[in-house]
């Protein structure tokens, strides 16, 4: 790997960094897209997970009442007071709409999930965002990659990721 490569490399994911790192002071995180059906839904493993590390998380779907013991809302234009970040686990077609929904709330950070495949990446979505400097928006990968006590796979996930420059900037 070249120098000016490596380079380039530690600085995309510097700034990738600084966007998590804000992502994650918000006071509520909204998880978009649970799943009551399915309890491997990526969106479920996410909110478990950043339930487990101490985040306020709220469940919203459209579909159902609850999520475990939350009260589960249809949409975040519907949530009894503002959250600061929104992760988007829905299907492609509906991430768009999402995305806007969260910026006429207000979301100052919006993270649209990855994992393996297309994940919820839209790219009328992502072009949506460059109308949008104002909201801190990370455009892929997985936010296990990134929280304190990360699995194995995510971990080994994120350092292939970072080694090949390809985790969103």
């Known amino acids: 790997m070249s120098d000016l490569h490596s380079f ?9 960094k600084s966007k998590v790192d804000q992502f994650f002071q918000s006071p509520y995180i909204v998880v978009i897209d649970v799943s009551g059906s399915d309890p491997s839904a990526a969106a479920n493993i996410n909110f478990e997970k950043l339930t487990k590390e101490g985040f306020h998380v709220i469940p919203v779907n459209p579909r159902l009442k609850t999520f475990h013991v939350h009260t589960c809302y249809p949409s975040v234009e519907q949530l009894p007071h503002p ?14 709409e999402v995305v806007s929904q969260c910026i ?11 994992g393996v495949g297309q994940g919820s990446k839209n790219k009328t ?7 949008h400097p104002e909201v801190n928006f990370i455009d892929g990968a997985c936010p296990m990659m990134f929280v304190n006590h990360a699995d194995w796979i995510h971990k080994g996930v994120k ?11």
């Not at 970040?85 to 077609?93: D, G, R, V």
């Open 8 to 16: 380039l490399v530690e600085m995309s994911y510097a700034s990738l």
């Open 104 to 114: 006429r709330v207000g979301v100052a950070n919006i993270w649209i999930h990855q």
């Open 125 to 131: 979505a992502t072009q949506l965002m460059t109308d």
């Open 83 to 96: 959250v600061g970040a929104a992760l988007i686990f829905t299907s492609p077609k509906v991430t768009e």
């Open 159 to 169: 350092t292939v990721m970072k080694w090949t420059g390809s985790l969103p900037a």
